[in-house]
């Protein structure tokens, strides 16, 4: 199994450019999550889904948008980029077990 | 709040120590994951637990429910275990679908 596959692993974007950040898993995994990292933080939650077409906002959803149109995918919208939302972003999934990350996206908004 | 706190922040240790890292959370949790994250690279799950112990390897997790504390310990470290280790619950209750993090330990083992 290839677990949680995210995509890019870089990117540079201009403010006010879009982009959407691509996660899916073969795992069957109701629960998908999305999570940035800035440094000396922990992971702060984005989005969460628990099941196709069911999201919800996490602790920091603004400028963030999202869909779960199957089980396996979970993209991540940035509408408008700001320096603010430079950071490493993470894809996860889990069900009832260990929880399974994506190698995340290192986001730079200049 | 519902609070991850680890302890230390940062470890240095000599190669062949005993390192044990610390987690604590504020409330009543379903389960208890420790993560390990290299410099630049992804996360990676080392244990799920909800009660008792768990061993892999060198590394052993244990976690006591009613103190609600868990504990890392890594034995005859090696500088392959210089990494950020990561403690995250997910609260019991209904409705509780979100992993909360602490901030990490940041390992490094020193030939």
């Known amino acids: 199994n290839a677990g949680v596959t995210q995509t890019p692993k870089f990117r540079i974007l201009k403010i006010g450019q879009s982009m959407t950040l691509q996660c899916t898993q073969d795992?069957?995994?109701?629960?998908m999550y999305w999570y940035r990292q800035d440094p000396g933080m922990g992971l702060k939650l984005i989005y969460y889904?628990?099941?196709?077409?069911?999201?919800d906002k996490g602790e920091v959803p603004n400028g963030y948008n999202v869909s779960r149109s199957t089980t396996e995918d979970f993209p991540l919208r940035l509408e408008l980029a700001a320096p603010s939302q430079t950071s490493v972003y993470f894809c996860?999934?889990?069900?009832?077990?260990?929880?399974?990350f994506g190698q995340g996206t290192r986001l730079t908004v200049v | 709040k519902n609070e991850v706190e680890q302890s230390p922040q940062n470890l240095t240790a000599q190669e062949g120590e005993f390192i044990t890292i610390n987690c604590s959370y504020s409330v009543g949790i379903s389960a208890l994951h420790w993560l390990q994250q290299h410099p630049g690279g992804g996360i990676v799950s080392l244990f799920m637990l909800s009660s008792g112990k768990k061993k892999h390897g060198r590394l052993i997790a244990t976690i006591n429910i009613q103190e609600k504390h868990s504990s890392l310990h890594i034995t005859a470290s090696h500088p392959r275990d210089s990494a950020v280790y990561i403690c995250a619950v997910k609260y019991s209750g209904a409705g509780s679908y979100q992993l909360t993090f602490g901030k990490g330990t940041k390992l490094s083992v020193i030939p």
């Open positions: 889904s628990v099941g196709a077409g069911i999201t």
């Open positions: 996860a999934s889990t069900w009832t077990g260990e929880a399974f």
């Open positions: 795992m069957n995994h109701n629960y």
